[in-house]
């Protein structure tokens, strides 16, 4: 493959990877005022005021008890610590609504929870209050309890790295371990405790299944019903370009706030400081800090799933169910070969022909990560619905045959759109392994007489394999995962075990939700645990320097 080629095809792939966002903005500003007006009078300003209120309350709760957590374990030593250092990350496993599946049934009035309370008190269904899990309130617990990993994982990168300098020059100066860390170490990490809130906003706009669930009526529910339920696509498209709108002004932020922490230095790699050993109550409370989301995301509704899983009596190795895993395995390994090689292509060119053009299509082609699913098939479907009529009515004219939904519906159509949301993860995983091959490599194969073709298959490829199977596993588990895009785009009686989970937690059947939910929170922990591996093997010091004694001793 020349040097040409190779342009070409990374062209292709970032203009089909911005197609979606130019289609849902051309087919919403196309559309009349009528329906503007419509939604503004209607369901607009709800839609805009829950999403609002979403927002806030997960920015707030990610960033309290990612950071806190990140704090402790990096910070302090107790009872359990490096077990937490692992297991905090594991709520990240679980998709947000089998979370609210689980919840559900463990705290509704017919659950386990209230059914216990008033075995135990004689109270009646009207004798206590009891708060309501199906709520926004619920909703953003949801989401809190599985999203606060983003924060944690980059806060807990950012304070190891770190130095301890300016913390003990605090602590000498009088200041308490608490007034040390709010003052020198919190604005320190703030950049990289930001952009881990800005992921977690991120998918939480994009997020359906638990606000669908809990009857929350945000953006992402009302493009569903809009093209679903009222069959207007227009107006679909509108609350689309609302939704991208969002998500690109949180996209630019964290860009912003990724840029803003390389003006903080990592200080010396070869030091680091010695925890804070607590005793007492100081070691129980870090302990219950740590435990409790880890308990509340993962623990728990493990358990409740598990429960619910065995009382339902499905079988996973019945064909339905086999039917279902392979619909999963089947979209997820396609998109993830897909994906990463579109990857491969796009930060190869730019590796080999740096230019302004190259990045260009690098960040066309990253800017998917910020576009929620249900936005993508909007604007996938949108374009390519009306292609299938124009080949349709040709067909019937000229040959008095109708062709039908030719891309429409088609899992081809599904791969793109997967492609189009995972890239950037994949483009990640590809700049971390090919930032370390340095360009000298580059420079000698080319005086060999490689081409660029030769130069990737034979040099480059077997250099950066690792980076790609990390790159094959997340995007693989993100797909097997995804729900917007998967229930508006799926062909006909193409179901994932996503969407069986989804329905059948929509028809109340919470019970039989449990299996596909458990199969897919499996599968999400495969990347949790590399990711966790991969950290705290990066953060680990070669020498420790020895702050004074009394700095040991946290303060009451």
């Not at 692992?86 to 705290?107: K, N």
């Not at 065995?310 to 395995?329: C, D, E, H, M, T």
Request: proline share 6%; net charge positive; glycine share 8%.
């Amino acid at each position: 493959m020349g040097e040409r080629a190779l342009k070409i095809a990374a062209w292709i792939v970032s203009l089909l990877c911005l197609a979606p966002i130019v289609a849902v903005a051309l087919a919403a500003v196309s559309g009349t005022l009528d329906t503007w007006n419509s939604l503004m009078a209607t369901v607009l300003p709800g839609y805009a005021w829950t999403t609002v209120q979403l927002v806030v309350l997960v920015g707030v709760g990610t960033a309290v008890v990612g950071t806190s957590t990140a704090w402790l374990v990096t910070t302090c030593a107790f009872p359990f610590r490096r077990t937490f250092e692992i297991v905090l990350a594991l709520p990240l496993a679980f998709p947000a609504y089998v979370l609210a599946y689980a919840y559900t049934d463990l705290l509704d009035h017919p659950g386990a929870v209230q059914t216990a309370l008033r075995n135990i008190t004689g109270w009646g269904p009207q004798d206590y209050w009891f708060p309501e899990v199906r709520s926004l309130g619920g909703a953003s617990a949801m989401l809190i309890f599985v999203l606060y990993p983003y924060v944690y994982l980059l806060a807990r990168a950012a304070f190891i790295k770190q130095s301890p300098t300016a913390y003990f020059a605090a602590r000498t100066l009088g200041h308490t371990p608490w007034s040390s860390f709010w003052r020198v170490s919190l604005p320190m990490a703030r950049p990289a405790i930001a952009g881990g809130v800005i992921l977690a906003l991120m998918e939480t706009i994009a997020d359906f299944g638990t606000v669908a669930h809990f009857g929350v009526q945000t953006f992402a529910t009302g493009i569903y019903s809009a093209w679903f339920s009222m069959g207007d696509r227009m107006a679909a498209s509108q609350l689309a370009l609302c939704l991208l709108v969002v998500a690109l002004a949180f996209a630019l932020l964290e860009r912003a706030q990724r840029g803003a922490a390389k003006r903080f230095p990592a200080g010396s790699r070869l030091e680091t400081m010695e925890r804070h050993h607590l005793h007492g109550w100081h070691a129980a409370g870090a302990f219950a800090a740590c435990l409790l989301p880890v308990a509340i995301g993962f623990a728990i509704p493990l358990a409740v799933l598990a429960d619910m899983a065995i009382g339902a009596g499905k079988s996973p190795f019945s064909p339905r169910y086999l039917g279902y895993v392979q619909n999963s395995l089947t979209l997820a390994s396609i998109t993830a070969v897909v994906t990463v090689t579109g990857a491969v292509i796009i930060g190869f060119c730019a590796r080999i022909a740096p230019s302004l053009a190259a990045r260009f299509s690098a960040a066309a082609a990253g800017i998917g990560y910020a576009v929620p699913g249900g936005v993508i098939a909007v604007g996938l479907l949108v374009p390519f619905a009306a292609l299938d009529n124009m080949i349709d009515a040709w067909a019937r004219a000229n040959f008095d045959v109708s062709t039908g939904l030719f891309f429409t519906g088609s899992i081809g159509l599904l791969v793109v759109a997967y492609m189009v949301r995972f890239i950037a993860a994949a483009l990640g995983a590809f700049d971390t392994g090919i930032s370390a091959i340095k360009p000298n490599i580059d420079a000698a194969a080319r005086t060999l007489g490689r081409t660029s073709g030769r130069m990737l298959f034979e040099i480059h490829l077997p250099l950066l394999r690792p980076s790609l199977l990390t790159a094959l596993l997340i995007v693989f588990v993100d797909v097997m995962k995804e729900l917007p895009a998967t229930l508006i785009m799926r062909p006909f009686n193409f179901d994932t075990l996503a969407v069986q989970a989804y329905r059948l937690a929509s028809d109340e059947r919470l019970q039989q939700a449990a299996l596909p939910s458990l199969m897919i929170v499996g599968f999400g922990l495969l990347p949790v645990v590399l990711l966790c591996h991969t950290i705290g093997r990066s953060g680990r010091p070669t020498h420790t320097i020895r702050p004074r004694a009394d700095a040991l001793v946290p303060s009451a």
